[in-house]
């Protein structure tokens, strides 16, 4: 359990600096809400945290959250500018962490490594579409040239995959950095179940073809069920069931609400994530800290978060989408429900997250100072050794 903040007990307080897709607007992205209860609790910590986010229309016109104690947000409207207002600021941070997608990624994390003294950090929360995108050549916002200029690379995903970024594009250091859900914003609450089930999130054609089978399918096949999807980008020729209502955006603070209107929470994973495995979304601790039981389709290490039968159901078709409907009584949803919460609330908060930050950091610091006094004491051994006798 996450419970002492203290500076003290975990020595000196470090300057983070982020540098992410968003954290003003959580429009379209499940970025912002990691980025506002990671920097919250390193700021809880006793550190301080300035983030830095490109300023750009879709998210300015879609903030919800333009400020926040718990961080210094700087918007920014060019690499230039970037450039130009916080060089300072980057140079003499403890730990500088670049997030994935952030425009001209590649550009900005070529300054932030040759311009930082601390920890640089990638903090890849798209880890699959990633690596996808350098296989393909596609730069968009990290080169296969930069990845091993970077102290550390956090990555949403686990398993192999921290191996393979390793081997195959020589990072020096990974480590696995789940997204999470922040039990100050996302708990169980008693109000009316107005959905037999629901799900959220934005539309990828990739997820779709499963969406049809465990959603779209199901509602039509229950037609006096009560379904609902929320989420941005869908496109006209999607025809949902006419007992699916549909949520175009729905904000961070309606989250909790949304979660606890339903009977069950359907987990959609989108298709690179189930090829990598071991990709929790942060929609699935969110659902879960709600203690709303969550139905998911299948993944390669769903099993070692949470414990699949006990703590979450696991549909692979409409059918067992239908089952689960069905057959599962009130008393097994809630208990299934609450195991997962406090599943959540033992491992996937934003607190443990921020604890592996400063973790990271702090070893890598250790490791830059021990080398740094190596270096010293045997440039001082040989100027000693080679000084001409007078």
């Known amino acids: 359990m996450i419970s002492d ?16 897709l968003s954290i003003t607007s959580s ?22 945290v300035s983030f830095l986010e490109r300023d750009v229309p879709w998210y300015s016109a ?3 959250l333009p400020g926040t104690p718990y961080a210094r947000i700087h918007l920014y409207k060019s690499l230039e500018e970037l450039r130009d207002r916080f060089t300072t600021l980057v140079r003499d941070a ?11 990624g590649v550009a900005v994390s070529e300054w932030v490594t040759d311009t930082a003294h601390g920890v640089t950090a990638f903090y890849d929360i798209d880890t699959p579409i990633t690596l996808r995108k350098l296989e393909c050549g596609d730069y968009e916002y990290l080169s296969p040239d930069v990845i091993p200029k970077f102290s550390l690379y956090l990555s949403f995903t686990g398993g192999p995959v921290l191996r393979r970024i390793r081997r195959q594009y020589g990072a020096g250091r990974t480590a696995t950095l789940y997204c999470s859900a922040d039990p100050e914003l996302y708990y169980p609450e008693t109000i009316e179940k107005r959905w037999d089930m ?8 990739d997820r779709q073809p499963a969406l049809d089978e465990l959603f779209i399918k199901p509602a039509m096949a229950l037609r006096f069920g009560r379904f609902v999807a929320a989420g941005p980008l869908y496109p006209d020729t999607i025809v949902w069931p006419p007992n699916v209502q549909r949520i175009e955006h729905l904000p961070p603070a309606s989250h909790r609400n949304f ?5 069950f929470a359907l987990n959609v994973t989108r298709a690179d994530m189930v090829q990598a495995g071991f990709s929790p979304s942060v929609r699935l601790f969110e659902a879960a800290s709600c203690a709303v039981p969550i139905i998911s389709d299948d993944w390669r290490g769903l099993h070692s ?10 549909a692979r078709n409409s059918a067992e989408i239908l089952h689960h409907l069905k057959t599962v009584p009130e008393e097994e949803q809630i208990r299934i429900g609450e195991r997962a919460r406090a599943r959540v609330l033992r491992q996937h908060t934003p607190a443990h997250r921020a604890a592996e930050v400063e973790r990271q950091v702090r070893e890598i610091l250790g490791t830059q100072t021990s080398r740094a006094t190596t270096v010293s004491l045997y440039t001082r051994r040989d100027a000693i050794c080679t000084t001409p006798e007078a």
């Open 5 to 20: 903040y203290s500076t003290s007990a975990r020595g000196e307080k470090l300057r983070f600096v982020f540098l992410g």
């Open 27 to 48: 429009w379209g992205n499940g970025h912002a809400t990691t980025y506002r209860g990671l920097t919250r609790e390193l700021t809880k910590r006793g550190h301080e």
């Open 62 to 64: 879609n903030r919800d």
């Open 94 to 104: 403890s730990a500088v962490i670049v997030g994935s997608y952030v425009p001209e």
């Open 198 to 205: 629901g799900f959220l999130g934005t539309y990828g054609a």
């Open 259 to 263: 979660y606890n209107s339903q009977r």
């Open 305 to 314: 978060i949470f414990r699949i039968g006990s703590e979450i159901l696991v």
